[in-house]
């Protein structure tokens, strides 16, 4: 399903699936369905439903207006000549491969959607299917695949604090045991929600920044990656609102210091093999993985527009801070845009990839990992 566009009446197989799946849904407890795409300015945003309704969903979509591709991230609204009216209307599909029963969030499952008009037709502000085209195209033109996630840095602050005011709620050092000890049952709980939830986590650690933990999660294909940071934001969420927590995952949480990024990995694949080991190019790269790294170094600045695209993400873009200000490769260096990350012997063949900085998450990470 996550492969192809939505089909008006369901693909072949699918409404039974969706049957079938409303009973399981109900016999765990699960009410309604949250249904969730990004807008253009990287606001998750969602529908819901019934569990009883998800046949129909996968059927015949469920409505919500097109004029949220114009949202700006502080819900205001821009008009341009070809989005942003209020007329009009799309179907939201869900994507039964990634529906998700959420831990945190009890009586509630979660699935990414693709969005088509109401004629059938693929909507064309629809990050997820840009992204599912862009890389059919590349296995079909190419025939190269990508991996990829996405990392989530997130402040986490006291719940009691006034107003949208930002208070710590921990105050250990940068990677600090303390730091780790004051979110000790949280953490447990976001670790056993997102292993619940099929998330492959690699790290979780307490970062730089006041308040600031991390997140790091094994790679996936581009759109199963840019979905499953969708679903361990939300997931970041409920946890730490059952613990009285509130989190930001803003550019630049206090407007200086270290910010939070939401660095790309990327590694593009033939034929089953990692192009960015066992070559005979720099850093261990096949010459078609340094071509690739090559691309977007060069587009980097232009890159950026959909990577670090709110007015906060030039408040983290900052030299020292290790995000990736300086339009650069190195190998295993932090503080340029690209990392070329060898891995460590013995599992390069997996483990070497392309690590991209210059990327919050503010960015939709379908347009992000697309472009
Ligand atoms: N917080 C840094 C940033 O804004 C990244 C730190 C790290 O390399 O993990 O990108
Ligand atoms: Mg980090």
């Known amino acids: 399903m996550s492969e192809s566009d939505p089909v008006p009446g369901g693909r072949p197989g699918e409404v039974e699936r969706a049957t079938a799946l409303t009973g399981e849904l109900t016999g765990q407890g699960v009410h309604g369905l949250v249904l969730a795409y990004v807008d253009t300015a990287g606001i998750a945003r969602v529908k819901t439903v019934p569990t009883a309704k998800l046949a129909a969903a996968a059927a015949w979509g469920v409505g919500m207006s097109p004029v949220f ?32 029963v959420l831990a945190a969030q009890p009586g509630w499952a979660w699935a990414p959607v693709d969005r088509i008009t109401q004629e059938g037709a693929p909507h064309p502000a ?65 670790l056993a929600a997102l292993a619940a939830q099929g998330v492959d986590v690699e790290q979780f650690h307490p970062e730089y920044a006041a308040g600031q933990f991390e997140v790091s999660v094994g790679a996936l294909g581009p759109v199963a990656a840019a979905d499953h940071s ?47 080991a066992g070559g005979t190019a720099r850093y261990g790269m096949t010459a078609e993985a340094e071509s690739f790294v090559a691309g977007v170094l060069g587009h ?72």
């Open 230 to 276: 969708v679903l361990v934001r939300q997931t970041i969420r409920a946890v730490s609102r059952r613990h009285g927590l509130r989190v930001s995952f803003a550019p630049a949480v206090l407007g200086q210091g270290v910010g939070n990024g939401g660095h790309l990995h990327l590694s593009a694949w033939r034929d089953g093999t990692n192009l960015h």
């Open 126 to 190: 629809c990050g997820r299917t840009v992204l599912r085209r862009i890389v059919a195209g590349a296995a079909e033109r190419h025939g190269i695949t990508f991996r990829a996630a996405v990392e989530v840095e997130w402040a986490v602050g006291r719940g009691d604090a006034d107003g949208d005011a930002f208070v710590p709620a921990v105050s250990g050092p940068a990677y600090g045991a303390a730091r780790q000890v004051e979110l000790s049952d949280c953490a447990a709980d976001l």
């Open 69 to 100: 591709d114009t949202f700006l991230a502080d819900d205001s609204i821009v008009a341009t000549d070809v989005l942003g009216s209020p007329d009009g209307d799309l179907r939201l599909y869900p994507d039964l491969d990634r529906l998700t």
């Open 300 to 371: 980097l600045p232009a890159l950026t527009a959909l990577t670090a695209p709110s007015p906060a993400s030039r408040l983290r873009l900052r030299p020292s801070q290790w995000a990736g200000v300086f339009t650069a490769w190195g190998r295993e260096t932090r503080e340029a845009a690209l990392r070329i990350v060898t891995g460590t012997a013995g599992i390069r063949d997996r483990a070497a990839n392309l690590e991209v900085k210059p990327v919050d998450l503010a960015a939709n990470p379908y347009l992000a990992l697309a472009s």
